[in-house]
């Protein structure tokens, strides 16, 4: 458990978190209009996003298709009967003058997610539920000295609102959790999860709390847009309250921004200004009654998950929980491993992906996509190590050309460049008989007891063929030769 | 010949197709009709040359044989529905200058089967008012106003909230009008002034397009001079869309057909509960003179009982204002209509809809903010919710003991403008017989039934189970030809 030290003992932080993720879907929750990102200003809306006068919302059948695929991935509970709800505030950029949401009854109910540590262990914490709604507008206040711009192209599109319990204790397990969704949401490809283009948002519930206490009041840190920030932003509020609480004060519901640029919380409005958003259903709209042959249909196409692949990646493979996580976490990585790992020693391919080629692409600041080695190579050139053509040593030379020059094979590489091991006995016996000749000295040395001289002999075989001589061989030969 | 304005949709159809007169004709008769009724102030917005053009586009199809169930009349569309590149005002002042980028879809469908469109009526501003005195266009007159016209001692009210529509038909402005009811604003206009209107089920027309009051309630419908003539047009203007998630998808049936005459055997509920107190003896006398026209018909009439009836109102005068403090939340000056600069963005909000809207659009935002607020929700909103449920079983159980139920349309004939305007629970209390139908989704109907002492129109309501506006067709129908309703109002363009 990680406490916070304060000047009066340790402190408890409680985090839960609200999680907005946009759904991937070509069309908005309730009209026709485009939804691609970074397109001209109010260049995809509808009369439906602009909220002109008799215009109605349409249910978006692949976007609940979307939230009910979430749900399952979250092992939660869909509810067959939900119903959309306005949320009622005036805003410049929310056309509608409200926000078509779920309160009451949501289309996801309670579901659990699994946190991987970095030690790693894991930790289960609670998903209260998962509502649809709209997205607002966007205001631009840097275009005029006087003025807003509104850009309604974001008005409309369908979000998940993610809520977990406040079952989180510390920044790093809060932003295990905001990594591990997104793992999740992207393995079932209902959100594509790229924060810095807005596609998840993070509002954080944050209080503190003497071990074994009741919970403190909790502030939310509103819109926090990386995992990074998310971290910052619980550490630095969890410490303001601490410092309150211990100077005495007490601590004031309130929503908070994060400021990105100072690094810290500021108060945005207290409980008493917090708007009364009178909630009630949307007339425009029946409720949503799912069919639950069609739920079940879903769930039958749901896709391997993080989880499951894990575990599968530890009994299959033998994999350590920490390298089973290292490539699960992207699918992309899972399914270059499996490509790598298929016929061949698992352990090797598990070192060779997560050291050798995540290192090189970290390097060069690639993502496992752009990788310039094939899943299909990487696996030739450990088949060349297990043959015997080469040795680890040479591979990792091999591996490095493979990686400057795409689409070289490392049998063409080990080719061109003659790197094929040699095995011949008869030429690394001449090789090191030529060697001992030429250092008897040495020799005498080791034979009167100087143990550490049989790796000088090693290197210089090695040098002798350009490294390409199998070590074990050479050993082998030295053995006999030196102890015979 | 008869004038051409006095014709029935029905007898307008009969004379195209056979050649008497021409589309064009016809549209030019009302043409100079919507000019002459000008003093009733039925119209916000006049469109005679787009009704010409249509005419002429009526015409021509004709003569290719690809006339339309509707081709070639002339009606008015209440300025509640959107029509493209048409001002659009619902009446209020903060949609000055809006004209939509698009076509209801009622209104589509009339265009489609060979409508023409005279223009835009006249209402209560966004459909909030019993009396057609809360528009920003000005009072619109009831044609049955005693005296001159622009000279009238005494001006009545034609009833609200599709005053203008009420008013054109019965002043033979327009052949039918499109209304919207969400409380009785058709029937109790369509009382008001001697003519036919009928509120069809929740989800029978398309609400994609209409500017919103209530969404729960509001249905649009069509008001003419014969129980025939509505059929036509209820025809033409329902259906299902895609567009409205209420809408209903159901087979739009020939509604003309229903109208038989033949009602034997059929169960007339007549409900205990809406014999209010203080309402007219005159109002009493026409609806038992209803009963005994259908026993004459054959129908029999059943005691029923509506023992909710009491809270529809208050229920009512929830649910509408709620919701319609939400649908109009989007009139903020942004986008169009009417902007009142300010000098930060609550400023300018507070400017333009002070000024945007009128006393009784506010009124009712304020209501409707307040009930849905938080601590006050479960007492009021969720309340009448219940009181919703409650009032739909009311109309359940009674329908298994009857076929349809026969009620008076209001509790009163029309009033004068000016009455009834000091105390907003008056002016409510107008819809105490229509409000607990759109509760419910039912279809209502109001046929004129006679004439009051003082000389003016009284209508009957008849309510029916869901889809089922045939059987009020078919009753209307038996109804119409009981009461032989010739009379017209003072005022004839």
Redesign the interface.
């Known amino acids: 458990m990680t406490y916070i030290q304060g000047e009066t003992g340790d402190w408890e932080v409680v985090i839960g978190l609200e999680v907005h993720a946009q759904i991937v879907s070509n069309a908005k929750l309730f009209s026709g209009s485009a939804t691609a990102f970074g397109t001209a200003p109010n260049s995809q809306v509808s009369f439906v996003d602009a909220a002109f006068p008799g215009m109605l919302p349409v249910i978006n059948a692949f976007c609940v298709e979307q939230a009910v695929r979430t749900g399952l991935g979250l092992k939660a509970q869909i509810n067959n009967y939900s119903v959309f709800d306005r949320k009622n505030y005036f805003y410049a950029d929310l056309p509608q003058g409200y926000q078509i949401s779920q309160y009451l009854q949501p289309i996801v109910g309670k579901g659990e997610l699994v946190l991987d540590l970095p030690d790693g262990s894991t930790r289960t914490v609670g998903i209260t539920r998962l509502h649809m709604e709209q997205d607002a507008g966007k205001s631009l206040h840097d275009q005029h000295p006087s003025k807003t711009y509104i850009d309604l192209n974001r008005s409309g599109v369908a979000l998940m609102e993610i809520v977990s319990e406040p079952d989180l204790r510390s920044a790093e397990e809060a932003g295990a959790y905001v990594r591990k969704l997104r793992s999740i949401l992207r393995y079932l490809g209902t959100c594509d999860g790229n924060m810095e283009e807005g596609s998840m948002r993070c509002d954080c519930n944050v209080s503190v709390r003497k071990p074994g206490q009741p919970f403190g009041t909790r502030c939310e840190i509103k819109n926090v847009n990386s995992i990074r920030f998310v971290m910052a932003a619980i550490e630095y509020e969890a410490r303001r309250q601490v410092e309150v609480l211990e100077e005495g004060g007490t601590i004031v519901q309130e929503t908070r921004l994060w400021d990105t640029t100072k690094l810290v919380t500021r108060s945005m409005r207290s409980k008493e200004e917090a708007h009364d958003y009178r909630y009630f259903p949307d007339p425009d709209l029946l409720p949503l009654e799912l069919d639950p042959e069609w739920v079940e249909e879903i769930k039958r196409t749901l896709p391997e998950l993080p989880d499951e692949k894990k575990a599968r990646f530890m009994t299959d493979f033998k994999l350590s929980a920490y390298d089973a996580n290292v490539l699960v976490n992207e699918k992309a990585k899972a399914d270059y491993f499996e490509t790598v790992a298929k016929g061949r020693d698992p352990k090797l391919a598990a070192n060779w992906v997560t050291g050798d080629l995540f290192g090189a692409l970290n390097k060069a600041g690639l993502e496992i996509e752009q990788s310039p080695v094939k899943a299909g190579d990487l696996g030739g050139l450990i088949d060349l190590i297990a043959d015997n053509t080469i040795s680890g040593r040479i591979a990792k030379d091999v591996f490095a050309i493979m990686f400057e020059t795409p689409g070289k094979t490392p049998a063409d590489i080990v080719a061109e460049k003659g790197l094929k091991q040699v095995t011949d006995t008869g030429a690394i016996e001449g090789a090191i008989d030529q060697i001992l000749a030429a250092n008897a000295d040495k020799v005498e040395e080791y034979r009167s007891g100087k143990d550490k001289l049989f790796g000088f002999f090693v290197g210089q075989a090695m040098k002798a063929t350009q490294g390409k001589a199998n070590p074990a061989l050479v050993n082998e030969i030295l053995q006999k030769k030196l102890n015979g | 010949m008869t004038q051409l304005t006095h014709l029935t949709m029905a007898d307008a159809l009969k004379g195209l197709a056979e050649k008497q007169f021409t589309a064009v004709e016809l549209t030019e008769a009302h043409v100079r009709a919507v000019e002459k009724a000008r003093p009733l102030n039925a119209f916000i917005t006049e469109t005679p040359d787009k009704a010409l053009e249509m005419a002429k586009a009526s015409d021509a199809r004709r003569a290719k044989g690809e006339a339309g169930p509707m081709d070639g009349l002339p009606i008015a569309v209440k300025d509640l529905?959107?029509t493209k590149d048409v001002l659009?005002t619902?009446a209020s002042h903060i949609?000055d200058g809006?004209q939509?980028?698009?076509e209801?879809t009622v209104t589509s469908n009339l265009w489609r089967d060979g409508a023409v469109m005279l223009g835009k009526v006249n209402l209560d501003e966004f459909a909030m008012g019993s009396a057609n005195i809360t528009s920003y266009y000005g009072d619109v007159i009831n044609p049955w106003s005693p005296g001159e016209p622009g000279n009238w001692p005494r001006k009545l009210v034609p009833g609200g909230s599709s005053g203008g529509s009420a008013a054109a038909v019965a002043a033979r402005v327009a052949l039918g009008a499109t209304g919207t009811d969400t409380g009785g604003s058709i029937r109790q206009p369509a009382a008001f002034t001697g003519i036919v209107g009928i509120k069809p089920t929740y989800g029978r027309c398309s609400?994609?397009?209409?500017?919103?009051f209530?969404?729960?309630l509001d249905q649009a419908g069509p008001m003419t001079r014969t129980v025939r003539d509505s059929a036509i047009m209820l025809r033409s203007m329902c259906g299902f869309d895609?567009?409205?998630?209420?809408s209903v998808d159901m087979p739009v049936p020939d509604f003309e057909k229903a109208i038989t005459g033949d009602i034997r055997g059929l169960r007339v509920g007549i409900p205990k509960e809406y014999r209010v107190d203080g309402m007219p003896a005159e109002i009493e006398e026409m609806w038992r003179k209803g009963i005994e026209w259908l026993k004459a018909a054959g129908a029999t009439p059943v005691d029923i009982s509506l023992p909710h009836t009491k809270y529809a109102l208050a229920a009512y005068y929830i649910v509408a204002p709620?919701?319609c403090?939400?649908n109009?939340?989007?009139y903020?000056g942004?986008?169009?209509g009417l902007r009142v600069e300010g000098n930060s963005?609550?400023e300018m909000?507070e400017n333009t809809r002070g000024a945007g809207f009128g006393k009784e659009v506010r009124r009712r935002i304020l209501i409707g903010?307040y009930v849905?607020?938080?601590g006050y929700?479960d007492a009021y909103?969720l309340q009448a919710q219940k009181v919703r449920t409650r009032i739909k079983w009311d109309f359940d159980q009674a329908f298994e003991q009857c076929d349809v139920i026969l009620t008076p349309t209001a509790p009163s004939g029309a009033f004068a403008i000016g009455e009834k305007m000091d105390d907003p629970i008056q002016m409510y209390l107008n819809d105490v017989f229509t409000v607990p139908v759109n509760l419910a989704g039912l279809p209502g109907m109001s046929i004129p039934a006679g004439l009051g002492a003082d000389g003016l129109p009284l209508g009957l309501q008849l309510i029916g189970k869901p889809f089922d506006e045939e059987t009020l067709f078919r009753v209307g129908g038996v109804i119409e030809d009981a009461a032989q309703f010739t009379a017209t109002p003072p005022f004839v363009a």
């Open positions: 529905f959107c659009t619902a949609l809006f939509p980028g698009y209801s609400r994609w397009g209409v500017v919103a209530a969404s729960s895609p567009k409205d998630s209420t709620a919701e403090s939400s109009l939340a989007r903020d942004v986008r169009y963005l609550n909000y903010t849905l607020s938080a929700y909103y």
